[in-house]
């Protein structure tokens, strides 16, 4: 081989070389990139949770229905219960 041949053989293994180098580097970076961004959509999914709730119980008390419904639950489940725990001391079955 002569001497231009030496010279391009060397710089095509050099280029290759930093081209698997970058590559390798890239790589490590994406595969961080995509853990991180996993993580952001998971807690995304949370706060989406976390949203329904709220707007379930500003729903629940801000329409007629769900007013109602919050008042029966406080009062009238409340006095069910109570009057089941008397019945049960007093000897009484359900």
Same mark, same amino acid.
């Given at each position: 081989m002569n001497v231009a041949e030496w010279i391009l053989v060397a710089i095509l293994s050099i280029? =290759?070389?930093i081209?698997? #180098? #970058?590559? /390798? #580097? =890239? =790589?490590?970076k994406l595969i961080g990139l995509t853990k *991180?961004?996993? @993580?952001?959509? *998971?807690e995304g999914q949370d /706060? +989406? @949770?976390n949203a329904n709730g709220i707007v379930s119980n500003i729903k629940g008390m801000t329409s007629l229905?769900?007013?109602i419904q +919050? =008042?029966?639950d406080k009062y009238i489940n409340s006095k069910l219960k109570e009057d @089941?725990? @008397?019945e049960r001391k007093d000897g009484k079955e359900e």
């Open positions: 280029t =290759l070389f081209f698997l #180098v #970058v590559g /390798i #580097v =890239l =790589l490590v *991180e961004v996993k @993580k952001v959509v *998971e /706060i +989406a @949770k229905g769900g007013a +919050a =008042l029966v @089941k725990g @008397k």
